[in-house]
């Protein structure tokens, strides 16, 4: 039972780059998150989705696109990248409710220079 | 999105010390949840809390859901070296309609053998 996990580990990106992280869980959790966590700012909502098929927006969506098509995946997608997506990035998936502790993966560090 | 204060951002410790932190927020909370981040690892759950008053211990660490709703408090007895980390507390965001968590700015915990 791997939990969450997320690939890569590490990127490093040319501002204009586009490229997809990948998040997987495999607990049959229907609710799964990205944040982001930036340095004094804990961490911050930019997508989610509540089950396959459906997304919404977060605190800080732009710059990202999202999708779902199955209950295991939820990729998170930058299609132009920018310095201020300098970040850690987070998945996150609950059981069946938003409200439900979060389970973490180990997070993607990307640096866009 | 709803906001969560944090404080002290940051404590320096001597191993055996107790500490105590804090979160609050300008409305109310239902349910307040208090992780640990470890350097290169993604947030784990240390306790959850779901009642106003409610005391809840896992080892050393206790928590408690403020009275009024609008607070929460963590304690760790008797410090260790492997405390070191980054505390943070969550709780679900009624602005966000997947009601899903925001986070504080978390406490970054030092701790002197």
């Known amino acids: 039972n791997a939990g969450v996990t997320q690939t890569p580990k590490f990127q490093v990106l040319k501002t204009g780059q586009s490229m997809t992280l990948q998040c997987a869980q495999d607990?049959?959790?229907?609710?799964m998150s990205w944040y982001r966590q930036d340095p004094g700012m804990g961490l911050r909502l930019i997508h989610y989705?509540?089950?396959?098929?459906?997304?919404d927006q977060g605190e800080v969506p732009n710059g990202y696109n999202v999708s779902r098509s199955t209950t295991e995946d939820f990729p998170l997608r930058l299609l132009s990248a920018a310095p201020s997506q300098t970040s850690v990035y987070f998945c996150?998936?609950?059981?069946?409710?938003?409200?439900?502790?979060?389970?973490f993966g180990d997070g993607t560090r990307l640096s866009i220079l | 999105g709803q906001q969560l204060n944090q404080s002290p951002q940051s404590m320096f410790i001597q191993e055996g010390e107790d500490v105590s932190m804090n979160c609050t927020s300008s409305?109310?909370?239902?349910?307040w949840l208090w992780y640990k981040q470890e350097p290169g690892e993604g947030p784990v759950l240390l306790i959850a809390?779901?009642?106003?008053?409610e005391l809840t211990s896992n080892g050393r660490l206790t928590a408690q859901f403020g009275i009024t709703r609008k607070d929460s408090f963590l304690n760790i007895s008797a410090s260790i070296p492997s405390d070191v980390g980054i505390y943070f507390c969550?709780?679900?965001?009624?602005?966000?309609?997947?009601?899903?968590?925001?986070f504080g700015g978390g406490t970054r915990l030092m701790v002197k053998p």
């Open positions: 996150a998936s609950s059981l069946n409710r938003g409200d439900q502790p979060q389970h």
């Open positions: 989705s509540v089950g396959a098929g459906i997304t």
């Open positions: 409305s109310i909370f239902n349910t």
């Open positions: 809390l779901y009642k106003a008053g």
């Open positions: 607990m049959n959790h229907e609710y």
């Open positions: 969550a709780g679900p965001d009624r602005e966000n309609a997947g009601n899903m968590l925001t």
